[in-house]
């Protein structure tokens, strides 16, 4: 029987991405962690001490969670009052906004104003981060009630269904509607900076403008239109019709890494299946720096694009190449071609290209389509409307038989592994495979348990309480 394991959201060393909201006794808000669209890649990252962490600890530690269910809610704040005695790596953008600039600035959120927030959003990041870290507070190309407007439009279109506890609610979501509101411009100056441009405010103005509106009418993700999105320290370009990066990946991002990968000492070699962006795979060749990635797409744009994603996150192609096939199909079809020249002529060897021989690989990662036809149609249209209904339901063939799609990852990607005990001693208690899932979990346990090459077969949660991925080892 599989083992169903909860993780909680914050681990010693990372911060994960994520929507929930922390509350003190008073109303204020402790953390809301940024929004998944982020501003900057994150080149630098900063160790707080114990000076630095101590106040906000304390808070998060006292903190009342909510949007999530009373069970979660128990296990985030056991977990944040564990990590109060740890000094956290914070793996966070280059600039705004830190932890602690969060926790000053949730304060002034009471007044509801979105002037307000604006301001301390500087002003507490300025005075909290070390002067390499600071961030010049740039005069804004929007007046305060157009950031006030641009907001409550956000909210309405965005926020407000996701209000819990009454006012104190309203103003976490406002909170998050008026720095959405920054994102865009921030990104919008970067962009015009980085192509050669001036800052015309009148210019500005009108590309947020257009922005808020694609986000509230067109309902376009805001990873579209900042156009990347902050992964696990990666800078992820994004682009349609490929899935914007989610939190819940991350999560597992970070507890395969942190728990596993980051102690190998020889390179490793580790196959993504359904690549996407290349999130998954870019993430574990940046953090795992012994990790050798090959990662594999059926669509021709997320093929493109995760290589894109690994060049800009400065992974040399010897350490990532991504490929077009159908699940296993292309790298079956390579793998039997290199298994008959090799017995026709034993001294011959590969003719280039991406090579993935039989029982080569030390980990497969897969984030394949797991949302349910019914499901789908029930999405919102952030969803439905821009991100590719292959990469979430499958292919025509398949958005029906979905279990097939678990079954290849199961059988065929068992061919493909190396036996656990053979890899090498930092690895051997790692997972072989991991596989994101839904609703389907305990059916996915389930086939991966009655296959006898599987052991270990393990069900783990996300933020919410929901299982999110199975992990299980190679016999």
């Known amino acids: 029987m599989h083992r169903l394991l909860s993780v909680a959201c914050r681990t010693r060393k990372h911060h994960y991405s994520s929507t929930i909201l922390a509350f003190t006794s008073s109303g204020a808000l402790v953390e809301s962690v940024r929004y998944q669209g982020g501003i900057r890649p994150p080149d630098n990252n900063y160790v707080s001490t114990a000076a630095d962490q101590t106040d906000e600890e304390k808070m998060i530690a006292n903190a009342v969670f909510v949007d999530v269910n009373p069970e979660m809610a128990r296990k985030l704040q056991a977990a ?15 600039a705004p906004p830190s932890d602690d600039a969060s926790t000053a ?27 390499n870290r600071r961030a010049a507070r740039p005069e804004s190309s929007l007046t305060t009630q157009e950031r006030r407007t641009l907001s409550e439009m956000l909210y309405e279109t965005h926020y407000k269904t996701e209000v819990r506890n009454g006012s104190e609610g309203v103003k976490a979501m406002m909170y998050q509607s008026a720095l959405e509101v920054k994102f865009i411009e921030e990104a919008i100056e970067a962009d015009i900076l980085e192509k050669g441009g001036s800052r015309d405010p009148t210019v500005v103005r009108q590309r947020i403008k257009r922005a ?27 682009a349609q019709p490929l899935l914007c990066p989610r939190p819940e990946t991350e999560m597992w991002c970070h507890w395969l890494v942190n728990n596993f990968l980051e102690d190998a000492t020889e390179p490793f070699h580790v196959l993504d299946m359904c690549s996407g962006t290349g999130c998954v795979g870019v993430s574990i060749a940046k953090n795992a720096p012994q990790a050798q990635v090959v990662a594999v ?28 096939s159908d699940m296993f199909a292309a790298l079956e079809e390579q793998a039997a071609t290199a298994a008959a020249q090799q017995e026709a002529s034993p001294s011959s060897s590969s003719s280039g290209g991406v090579s993935v021989p039989y029982g080569s690989v030390d980990l497969i990662v897969s984030n394949p389509p797991y949302i349910l036809p019914n499901q789908y149609e029930d999405l919102p249209k952030t969803i439905t409307h821009w991100e590719s209904k292959v990469a979430l339901v499958g292919d025509a063939s398949r958005e029906d038989r979905q279990y097939t799609y678990f079954q290849d990852l199961c059988e065929k990607g068992a061919k493909f592994l190396k036996p656990a005990g053979s890899r090498q001693e930092p690895l051997r208690r790692a997972p072989s495979m991991i596989i994101e899932i839904g609703i389907q979990g305990e059916k996915v346990a389930s086939i991966m348990e009655k296959h006898p090459d599987w052991i270990d077969v393990e069900l783990h949660t996300d933020f919410a309480g929901q299982p999110r991925w199975v992990s299980a080892r190679r016999r």
Request: a negative charge.
């Open 212 to 238: 808020v509106l694609e986000r509230c009418d067109l309902h376009k993700p805001l990873s579209y239109i900042i156009g990347y999105q902050p992964f696990y320290g990666c800078h992820i370009n994004c």
């Open 105 to 131: 600035a949730a304060d002034v959120v009471a007044s509801s104003t979105v002037e307000q927030v604006d301001d301390a959003y500087f002003d507490v990041n300025a005075g909290i981060l070390p002067p």
């Open 80 to 94: 944040a009052a564990a990590a109060a005695a740890a000094p956290h790596h914070h793996a966070t953008n280059v």
């Open 297 to 324: 797409d059926i669509l021709p744009e997320a093929v493109k694009m995760s290589n894109i994603n690994a060049t800009r996150n400065k992974i040399p192609n010897e350490r990532y190449q991504c490929i077009q």
